[in-house]
């Protein structure tokens, strides 16, 4: 029979998931607040507001749910409602179903992590971040964990992809991170995100066993002066400025994605130099050749 699969927080990365598992054979519906980008998608439209209790009661009954809502500024409360209070909201409709979804998969994030030394962390690692988006992405972590739904957590590390290019922008302004202290960057791309995705919920259609967390950052960590003075030579820009004051209060770390690549999971742009090369080519930055 026909799978199907309920996108909540429909957007960029819920698009592109979304055409991978109609390929795949899966009934798709997307919920988000406005569905008129999903016109002509072959994705069902659903409008939704968290917020309204009768739509979240209204919710269909589904195979997989995924949830992959975005908060709309980065402030305290917006991330409470988007991600703590809305999946509270979430699975308390479908524990009270008689047909419980076979899988709720609740994207997360690698901000989950305090560490700033470059260390190596992995699904074992105590995530203990201090700010407030960590925390909460953490709470909304634990109770997922603690439903008697079953539920996987992927932690996605800093997400680029088209429209998402900001590091290209500031490297042609001629901005450039410093060499040191090495301040280590994660990041995968938009089409990795959704390929984990519908990765994970393929391999749980054929039965085999889910983790209950996955990190999902691509195979090269690096620092983040290296990133951008790679793209710098794409672009061939020469930096003329050193940004300091807001790398003091990031993060530094290394992701480890041994776990998902162990089910299977092989990454379509594995490093930043396949990543950006693409978004680079399909955005237009790159100079003509002379």
Known sequence: MKKTTLILGCGDIGMVLGRELLAAGHRVIGARRSVAPLEGSGIEPLPLDLNDEEALAALPDADYVVYILSADRFDEAAYRAAYLDGLKAVLQVYEGRDTAPKRLLFVSSTSVYGQKEGELVDEETQAESAGFAGALMRE????????????TTVRFSGIYGPGRDRLIRQVLEGRIAPATPPMYSNRIHRDDCAGVLAHLIGLDAQGESLEELYLASDCAPEPLYEVMA????QLKVEPTEVIQAPLRKRSSKRCDNTRLRETGYVFRYPSYREGY?????EGGFLPEPV
């Open 277 to 281: 090369a693409q978004v680079m080519k």
């Open 230 to 233: 790679w793209l710098a030579g």
């Open 140 to 151: 909304a972590e634990q109770a997922l964990r603690a439903s008697p739904l079953p539920g």
